[in-house]
């Protein structure tokens, strides 16, 4: 093996929690490189959070336009040019670029872009995306690799070419009939999205409800939400067999408690969850072990089974949303400058960005209740936030979880805002704050999280 380059850090992986991380300790005058296989930034600016969220601002623009005459204003026919949709994403993408380019050049921190595999402890062979190989030491190491969605092993899938979220937020033209495998987060995200672009949409989940990390209640909500735009929802519906191709004539034939069926549409998306980056990149090699389902492991200070090497993000095992990324670097910063910061006792909250908004943070009903720990639930419908009699944003409800101590355990919120309400309810839940705190507070009129004072005063008592 020829001589490799000496870096104090080296970095494989520039997703959220890496870029930050290279950021700061080049800053601080380290020697650092980043390696990057594909993206700029990682996945979160080029291909999934931030793309996302704009093509779904996008289709809620096309909703409230034909919707309009309901709220007085009077619109002629409208269409939706998917060809401008993509390239307002991609504009969004670019400059997404030129931000974290810039960030390197400031920072002093090198981006190589290449694929990069360990060869020996705390060594990485790259291959360069322009040609050639470098070969990279670092005394100190971090993976942050990320993950990509999982193809299904249903006969034909693979043939069929389907999209993922990925290939979805590139079309330029809009399917005749989308069909979505999975009925988690990014499916009904996307069904909702194409729904409202024009699409006919048909989700078909295998299990018996949608977001089946979700109390039932939650998930019939849901569903009634996504019914009432004219989805159609599949439950207990199992692939058995793809036909045809993504983008032409595809067709899943399906069972179910009612027998066998086929649905045929345009095309294909797949959103069954995701499988981390880690094969075929070395980590044997560097002393990296992994779990049983291919994640890095690593201690509650996110340090692997290599001295000097550390993970972070998703192929971590870490939850998989950017700002728990974000947080991974925080421990780890603070960590190397001699804190002793865990990754244990983090309360970690997540939207769901259909419209309305699923958000979440602590326990829910379900949870509770296998972890045996008594809870009061109390629950009120959009439909009696004050704010809904002006915007007649009525779908959804409250929900909250209160300990017999009168701390909050778990709230959940489907309706408008509901990311921005809920980070009230988590800040009184990292202060500790007894429920009464919230059921007192002077809430401003007319706010979605007005709603907090009735949600928080059905409380049952002790």
């Not at 322009?130 to 899938?157: E, K, W, Y």
């Not at 690593?298 to 000097?308: C, S």
């Not at 925080?330 to 960590?335: A, G, T």
Request: aromatic content about 6%; some cysteine.
């Amino acid at each position: 093996m020829s001589q490799p380059e000496h870096f104090d850090v080296l970095i494989l992986g520039s997703g959220q929690g890496g870029k930050l991380l290279a950021w700061h300790l080049a800053r601080s005058g380290r020697r650092v490189a980043v390696v990057e296989r594909r993206w700029v930034g990682g996945a979160c600016p080029a291909v999934a959070c931030l793309p996302s969220k704009n093509e779904l601002w996008s289709a809620k623009v096309a909703h409230l336009a034909g919707e309009a005459g309901r709220f007085g204003t009077i619109t002629g026919p409208v269409s939706v040019d998917m060809a401008k949709v993509r390239r307002r994403k991609r504009d969004m993408v670019d400059r997404e670029i030129a931000f974290h380019l810039n960030a390197y050049r400031e920072s002093g921190a090198e981006l190589i872009m290449g694929s990069g595999r360990f060869v020996a402890a705390k060594t990485l062979e790259v291959a360069l995306n322009d040609g050639g190989t470098r070969l990279l030491a670092g005394d100190q190491v971090f993976v942050n690799v990320g993950s990509h969605a999982a193809i299904p092993d249903v006969p034909g899938v693979a043939a069929a070419r389907p999209m993922t979220h990925i290939e979805v937020l590139e079309l330029d033209t809009l399917p005749a009939h989308l069909i979505v495998l999975g009925g988690g987060y990014v499916g009904i995200e996307m069904a909702q999205a194409y729904r409202r672009f024009g699409s006919q949409v048909t989700v078909i989940e295998p299990g018996p409800q949608l977001l089946g990390r979700e109390d039932p209640d939650v998930a019939i909500e849901m569903q009634r939400i996504l019914e009432g735009e004219g989805i159609r929802v599949l439950l207990g519906a199992q692939p058995t067999e793809v036909h045809g191709w993504s983008g032409q004539e595809v067709g899943v034939t399906l069972r179910s408690a009612a027998g066998e069926q086929r649905v045929d549409g345009s095309d294909l998306l797949v959103a069954v969850g995701r499988i981390p980056n880690t094969a075929g990149i070395g980590l044997g090699q560097a002393g990296v072990e992994l779990d049983g389902r291919g994640f890095i492991r690593v201690n509650d200070r996110l340090q692997t089974t290599a001295a000097g090497v550390w993970a972070l993000g998703e192929c971590a095992g870490s939850p998989q949303f950017t700002h728990v990324s974000v947080d991974d670097f925080r421990i780890i910063r603070d960590n190397l400058a001699g804190g002793a910061r865990s990754t244990g006792d983090r309360l970690i909250p997540y939207v769901a960005f259909t419209d309305p908004p699923l958000a979440r943070v602590g326990l829910s009903e379900g949870e509770a209740k296998r972890q045996g720990i008594a809870a009061r639930v109390a629950r009120l419908p959009m439909a009696a936030v004050l704010r809904t009699a002006a915007t007649d944003e009525t779908q959804g409800f409250l929900k909250v979880l209160v300990g017999d101590d009168d701390r909050i355990l778990g709230f959940t919120m489907i309706g408008a805002e509901a990311g921005e309400v809920m980070a009230a309810v988590q800040t009184a839940m990292l202060a500790g704050l007894p429920f009464p705190k919230l059921r007192d507070a002077v809430i401003t009129h007319l706010t979605f999280a007005e709603g907090l004072g009735p949600l928080f005063g059905a409380i049952p008592a002790r």
